[in-house]
């Protein structure tokens, strides 16, 4: 390795996310679109987006393909959209039981691949590199990403 490349962060990002899609991916292969429809699915349990269109936003997804995102998630019955009750021209997508069962069921799968990926680091390591870029991604859009799916559904099945 060249020390061009270590100091280059597009190579560096390509590179983790490589090696996320190689380990998260054949994990996933029961949700619609992968990565994409679990990482869809995980916020629509947190629960924290009154519509789909912000949604899509907080996601980076464009509005169009979002669409079909969640109608193929609807399919699957892992989410159903709802009218939302502080805004009748909004649709809420809610996430069904089985939904939440998915998302219970393949959590811990989901979060050891993370920790197979960022290997090289202790979990102090890992945990702070995690902080790091959650602040860096929600930093240009004041987006914040304190929720985890994992503790929500873990939450909802205590219950």
């Known amino acids: 390795m060249t020390e061009t490349t270590t100091e280059d ?26 990565p994409r429809g679990y990482q869809t699915l995980c916020e629509v349990v947190k629960g924290d987006h009154p519509s789909q269109l912000t949604l899509a936003t907080h996601l980076g997804i464009d509005r169009t393909v979002m669409t079909y995102l969640i109608d193929d998630l609807v399919d699957a019955g892992l989410v159903e959209r709802r009218q939302n009750p502080d805004d ?39 945990e702070q590199l995690r902080r790091l870029l959650t602040k860096a991604a929600g930093a240009d859009r004041g987006d914040s990403h304190d929720a985890d799916a994992c ?9």
């Open 88 to 126: 009748r021209r909004q649709r809420q997508v809610v996430a069904t039981a089985r939904g939440h069962q998915l998302v219970a069921r393949t959590c811990g799968r989901v979060n050891d691949a993370e920790r197979d990926v960022l290997g090289a680091l202790d979990r102090r390591e890992q």
């Open 9 to 34: 962060l597009g190579w560096t990002l390509g590179s983790l996310l490589r090696s996320y899609r190689e380990r998260v991916s054949p994990l996933l292969e029961d949700v619609p679109h992968g």
């Open 151 to 159: 503790e929500v559904v873990a939450e909802d099945l205590d219950r």
